[in-house]
């Protein structure tokens, strides 16, 4: 549920769409479909404060039940929501009693996504080591289920839910500068991204990978991965911000390998996106990265 921030397009939570969200509950007669449907809704639109009413609405179903299943979902979705609202501390209780009341065997993929939930707490604590392991207990359990055993929704679900922990596990690697595992497991992203034929998801993944192979030195690898990036995000209509950041790590790139003609285009390419933004902080960099091949251009522009 996080470490891979999309930018895809998954529409404004507006008052109207969640009043109309509320009221298809009523054509469900099942109290844990409900509380599925919320806790989908609520993670589609990243947590944000306005999904408080799903919120709200999965804690009063969950209250009210003695279904494990269903308090477990409740727990869960409320520490996410809390975890993305900067409350770690409040997420953190109600996650640890949506561990405690699943086993992997009764429900594999919520346990799982119980467990990367915990990764994701531990993380902001600064706990690496047990950041990694909750993540590495939950691809534990996603690799023992059969997919032959469960149902086409839950095989999509398995590939999606796979895709996330490889990324995490990835960023994580390359943050402790593992870079051998940190490239096999966004490698094995990459495969759960073609699999489930998410560009967009597949064009971020490659983004950290071409940011790690710059950082190893493996210029021309990272060159072609991150224009293979680029090339995703502008047929997919990215955000300029995004493309733009990619376009920059490009020059930089071919800065490294001495493509000075190259990356000078880059650069200005990346300096206008940012500056058709007013993204402050991306103009800086930009002129900060062109400054340093003018030095060795011997070119000092006024």
């Known amino acids: 549920m996080f470490y891979l921030v999309s930018f895809s397009q998954t529409g404004l939570l507006t008052t109207k769409v969640t009043d109309s969200i509320l009221q298809s509950l009523d054509t469900i007669a099942s109290n844990y479909e409900k509380v599925k449907r919320l806790s989908g809704y609520a993670g589609k639109y990243n947590y944000q404060t306005n999904t408080k009413p799903f919120i709200d609405k999965i804690i009063a179903i969950g209250n009210s039940s003695k279904d494990k299943k269903i308090k477990a979902i409740t727990f869960y979705t409320n520490a996410n929501y809390l975890l993305f609202n900067s409350k770690p501390d409040s ?49 534990n359990i996603l690799d023992n289920i059969n997919p032959k055993q469960v149902s086409e929704e839950e095989v999509f679900k398995l590939k999606g839910k796979k895709l996330v922990l490889h990324n995490s596990l990835a960023n994580f690697y390359n943050q402790m500068e593992e870079y051998k595992t940190a490239i096999y497991y966004y490698d ?75 990356a000078l285009i880059s650069f200005n390419k990346a300096l206008s996106l940012f500056e058709k933004i007013n993204n402050t902080s991306g103009i800086a960099n930009t002129l900060f990265e062109r400054g340093k091949l003018y030095n060795q251009l011997g070119k000092h522009p006024l």
């Not at 429900?107 to 604590?125: A, C, D």
């Not at 597949?202 to 690898?221: F, H």
């Open 188 to 262: 094995l992203a990459l495969q759960s991204s073609n699999e489930l034929n998410t560009k967009v998801l597949g064009a971020i993944i490659l983004s950290n990978k071409g940011d790690l192979l710059l950082k190893t030195g493996e210029y021309q690898e990272a060159l072609e991965v991150l224009k293979n990036s680029k090339e995703i995000k502008l047929k997919v209509n990215a955000p300029t911000r995004s493309i733009a950041i990619t376009e920059l790590t490009i020059g930089s790139a071919n800065l490294k390998s001495g493509m000075l003609n190259n």
């Open 91 to 139: 997420a953190y209780i109600q996650i640890k009693k949506a561990n405690e009341l699943i086993n992997e065997k009764e429900n594999p993929i919520l346990k799982s996504s119980i467990l990367t939930t915990l990764s994701g707490y531990f993380k902001n604590k600064g706990n690496v080591t047990k950041a990694i392991s909750s993540l590495l207990e939950a691809k």
